[in-house]
């Protein structure tokens, strides 16, 4: 009798352990892909805003600029370095650049 209440008490701890384990590390796996979502939507959101002010200074001189610095030095952009790489081709001054904004 005291062996079966030992018996139950061990299995109950087990599969406690055995639930909490898969419990963390389901967590971890659903905060890791969120990141990763969030970086994504950063990179978007950077090539949007490097189209922007790309447009809007077509629109106030008149040309596409040839450099990515350009933009960062005339119109304020700035780029997070450190997370993304920018791929920024301007083929000729009255065609739109091509963008690409990666993760690192």
Do not use: H
């Not at 406690?16 to 969120?34: D, N, P, R």
């Not at 200074?57 to 119109?75: F, K, M, Q, R, T």
């Amino acid at each position: 009798m005291y062996s079966d209440k030992v018996k139950r008490t061990t299995l109950l701890i087990v599969c406690l352990l055995i639930l909490c384990l898969i419990a963390g590390v389901l967590a971890w796996w659903a905060v890791g892909a969120g990141s990763r979502n969030i970086r994504e939507e950063g990179a978007a959101a950077l090539k949007q805003t490097i189209t922007s002010a790309a447009r809007q200074c077509y629109v106030v001189e008149g040309v596409y600029p040839s450099e990515l610095a350009y933009l960062e030095d005339n119109y304020g952009l700035q780029i997070n370095k450190e997370d993304y790489y920018v791929t920024y081709d301007a083929f000729a001054q009255n065609l739109p650049p091509a963008v690409k904004v990666t993760l690192r």
